[in-house]
T-cell receptor, first 113, second 110 residues
Framework: GENVEQHPSTLSVQEGDSAVIKCTYSDSASNYFPWYKQELGKRPQLIIDIRSNVGEKKDQRIAVTLNKTAKHFSLHITETQPEDSAVYFCAASISGATNKLIFGTGTLLAVQP | NAGVTQTPKFRVLKTGQSMTLLCAQDMNHEYMYWYRQDPGMGLRLIHYSVGEGTTAKGEVPDGYNVSRLKKQNFLLGLESAAPSQTSVYFC?????????FGPGTRLLVL
């Protein structure tokens, strides 16, 4: 089955710096890759997603890149702000089949003011 | 439009007791999922359903059962709770791809 690895487990940056979180997946059939942000005590919330027919997607300060050959995808946050502090999860699924989302283990991002 | 809801929000059980967690969605989604979240281990898929009347095992199904008798509801059962099942349980639904999560159920098994 699918396995998703996520690095780093913790990341501390200064406000205004960029943050990058990386994930790898094992199942080459996976074609949908969402990223979720989870604040303390709350439910995960979708922040951006990418499908396998696209190499990069951007939404304001966040972007996601996908390398299908290497089975890597990454989340990029630019101009980080204290409110970006949270746990970020990547996930992979085979959309159109079971659609089950398999998650990475999460990255705790701390943005220091 | 309530989205995905879960009941109860919090529960304390004794070892060996049973309980059912209810997930409900009002978005007419086909796919529903149960995850558990433990510190340092992310969200692990327990069971999922690709439509009314269907269920399938996820990554960590042992000790849990599920049912999807109605499209809008997905029930997670613990027949004989164990301390290892202390966790936060999240339900999600999708149609397909984008998954929205419920608020979570915090379960403590003593």
């Amino acid at each position: 089955g699918e396995n998703v690895e996520q690095h780093p487990s913790t990341l501390s940056v200064q406000e205004g710096d960029s943050a990058v979180i990386k994930c790898t997946y094992s199942d080459s059939a996976s074609n949908y890759f969402p990223w979720y942000k989870q604040e303390l005590g709350k439910r995960p919330q979708l922040i951006i997603d990418i499908r396998s027919n696209v190499g990069e997607k951007k939404d304001q300060r966040i972007a996601v890149t996908l390398n299908k050959t290497a089975k890597h995808f990454s989340l990029h946050i630019t101009e980080t702000q204290p409110e970006d502090s949270a746990v970020y999860f990547c996930a992979a699924s085979i959309s159109g089949a079971t659609n089950k989302l398999i998650f990475g283990t999460g990255t705790l991002l701390a943005v220091q003011p | 439009n309530a989205g995905v809801t879960q009941t109860p929000k919090f529960r304390v059980l004794k070892t060996g007791q049973s309980m059912t967690l209810l997930c409900a969605q009002d978005m007419n989604h086909e796919y529903m999922y149960w995850y558990r979240q433990d510190p340092g281990m992310g969200l692990r898929l327990i069971h999922y359903s690709v439509g009314e009347g269907t269920t399938a095992k996820g990554e960590v199904p042992d000790g849990y059962n599920v049912s999807r008798l109605k499209k809008q509801n997905f029930l997670l059962g613990l027949e004989s709770a164990a301390p290892s099942q202390t966790s936060v349980y999240f339900c999600a639904s999708s149609n397909p791809g984008l998954a929205g999560f419920g608020p979570g159920t915090r379960l403590l098994v003593l």
